[in-house]
């Protein structure tokens, strides 16, 4: 009988060796996309997306088979002036489209290094969705000391063009490339 529960477990060892990713949903409190734009050779231009959700089915035993999937709604957009605000969502910019809708769902990761990746994905802008890849680095993964649950921390960037999108408005005097750098924490989820 001994020998029949050895043989048993031993046969189900390789089954719980093909862990399924684990499904971690974003802090919204500590996930924020900020982007940045040359404005006419003078300033630099920033705004910010904060506070949204989102999904990463995380497999850390073989982290190109995880995946991220997020959301959010292009007027929440922060630019520390309500008049550039204003200028964004009038149709020179979003207001031209229906769909205020911004969304990345991932494709594919390749596996770089101990702990970074390329992310290929679909975003969808301004009603427009381009494949656009993120240069990602896993921050820290571990118990987070106050909540005292499983907690991933990302960081990111990637340039997007703005015409890609339909937004390419004063290019090139306001630089159509875009720089986006993305910081993310997300807790497992219950």
Do not use: C
């Not at 703005?162 to 986006?180: C, K, Q, T, W």
Request: glycine share 10%; hydrophobic share 40%.
């Amino acid at each position: 009988m001994k020998s029949l529960a050895l043989a048993g477990a031993v046969a189900l060892a390789p089954i719980a060796a093909f862990a399924a990713p684990e499904s971690y949903v974003f802090d919204a409190s500590h996930t924020q996309i900020v982007f940045s734009y040359n404005h006419l050779g003078f300033s630099t231009g920033y705004g910010m997306f904060g506070g949204f959700e989102g999904e990463i089915q995380y497999d850390a035993e073989d982290p190109a088979a995880s995946s991220v999937t997020t959301s959010w709604d292009v007027t929440t957009m922060l630019t520390g002036w309500e008049g550039r605000y204003e200028h964004f969502m009038s149709d020179d910019f979003f207001g031209a489209s229906d769909d205020k809708t911004v969304s990345f769902t991932s494709k594919s990761i390749e596996v770089t290094g101990d702990d970074t990746g390329l992310i290929t994905g679909d975003l969808t802008l301004n009603g427009v969705t381009k494949e656009v890849v993120l240069d990602a680095v896993l921050t820290q993964a571990g118990d987070h000391p106050m909540e005292g649950k499983p907690w991933l921390g990302f960081h990111a960037t990637t340039t997007l063009i703005r015409s890609d999108y339909n937004l390419g408005m004063f290019a090139p005097y306001v630089s159509d490339e875009v720089e986006v750098e993305i910081s993310i924490e997300a807790m497992k989820a219950e």
